[in-house]
Every structure is written in structure tokens, then in C-alpha cells.
């Protein structure tokens, strides 16, 4: 794993999760866990409205989380209830926190690459609906990351589980002095929380 990027996930600190959010997190790492003790495979696909930036810093984070603690058979996807782009601001803070970042394509909805090593297969980053063809279609667990798409998706087709982990929205600060601040600190309690998940696998399986 890239070095800054495995300083990043080894500085954050679980022990700063509120219990508000611990009982959204617990019940998640009881699911993912029973299913690895039982399954060889599991999907995760993030969904937020736009599939722009919550649902992209999810993804990413898991992706990269569950190869720092080397648990196997996990693959993170991400989608929406519209397609838009990648927010600019979501690479650019996490090229910062240690991903390589490529850009494949240059349509108004590119395509981006993102390396966790050199050796690791990267993630494949642009938006789309939850529906698209490159996510999984059945047998995956849906994590809703913004209010919007949770009250506008009471039932997920395809996913064997759905829960509800939804993030304040660091499109408020977009256009101001505090934007990158907002974005990292958006990206860094996802990725906190998220770590917090997969140590808790990492502990049963």
C-alpha cells in the first residue's frame, strides 16, 4: 500500500465515534461479519443521490480499509438515484490523504482510476445510478450515505441487506474558503467509521 496512504488510515482514531453513530456502525459490522464467516464474498454498494461525492468517499475508503487489514473477499461499488460526476474536490482531497489517481476519460462524467499500490487492481470512480450495469445487480449489501437517497429508496432491488449511515453533506461549503477543510474532514470520519467497521470483521473472521 502507498505509504501516505497507509499513514492516513493507521492516524485515524475510532475511539472518536459518538455512540449515536456506534449503533449505526455495530449492527453493519455484525452483518458483514456473518456474512464473510459464512460466504467467500462480499458486495458493498454505497448510495447517495447524486453518486458525487458521500457515496465515492464510501467506496474508496472501504476498498482501501479492508486491503490494509487484509481481510479477502470484499469488493465496494457506488451509485446513486441520478448520475452527475465526481466532484472535483472528492479526488482532490483524496490524492491528498495518499491515493494515485488516474483519469481515464474526458467527458463531462469522467472515468478515474484510483491505486491503493502499485500491485493492487484499482477502483474504477465515475457516477452513476445504483442500477448500472457496472455494479452488482443481487446479493449485496446497500449502504445508504445521504438522508435524500434513504427516504427516496425504502427498498433497494438486488440487495440481501440495506442499512441507513448517512453523512452531513460537504456540498454546503462548495465555492467557499472552507471547502477543502470540509472535504477532508467529511472524507476522514468516513474513513474513521469504515475502519472502525473492519476492525470489528477483522476481529470474527
Known amino acids: ?21 456506534l449503533e449505526l456502525l455495530d449492527p453493519i459490522a455484525t452483518k458483514w461479519s456473518n456474512i464473510l464467516s459464512n460466504e467467500d464474498r462480499l458486495n ?21 480499509i479492508f486491503i490494509y487489514t487484509g481481510i479477502e473477499g ?13 466532484y472535483p474536490t472528492v479526488l482532490e482531497v483524496l490524492e491528498a490523504q495518499g491515493f494515485e489517481i488516474l483519469r481515464l476519460s474526458q467527458e463531462d462524467n469522467p472515468v478515474y482510476a484510483l491505486k491503493y499500490e502499485e500491485t493492487e487492481v484499482p477502483s474504477i470512480a465515475f457516477s452513476k445510478e445504483y442500477g448500472h450495469d457496472f455494479n452488482p445487480s443481487h446479493g449485496f449489501s446497500a449502504i445508504m450515505t ?27 461549503s462548495d465555492g467557499s474558503s472552507e471547502e477543502l477543510e470540509t472535504y477532508t474532514e467529511r472524507s476522514l470520519q468516513i474513513a474513521t467509521e469504515l475502519k472502525y467497521i473492519f476492525q470489528k470483521i477483522e476481529k470474527t473472521v
Not at 470484499?74 to 465526481?86: F, I, L, W
Not at 435524500?148 to 454546503?172: H, W
Open 74 to 86: 470484499v469488493q465496494t461499488y457506488s451509485g446513486g438515484t441520478e448520475a452527475t460526476r465526481v
Open 1 to 21: 500500500m502507498f505509504s501516505t496512504l497507509k499513514e492516513t488510515i493507521e492516524r485515524l482514531d475510532v475511539s472518536t465515534i459518538n455512540d449515536e453513530r
Open 146 to 172: 445521504c438522508t435524500e437517497a434513504d427516504g427516496g429508496c425504502p427498498f433497494v432491488a438486488g440487495a440481501s441487506s440495506r442499512f441507513s449511515l448517512p453523512y452531513e453533506d460537504p456540498k454546503t
Open 44 to 64: 458493498i454498494l454505497f448510495i447517495c443521490t447524486h453518486n458525487s461525492r458521500r457515496s465515492h468517499l464510501a467506496q474508496l475508503w472501504a476498498q482501501a
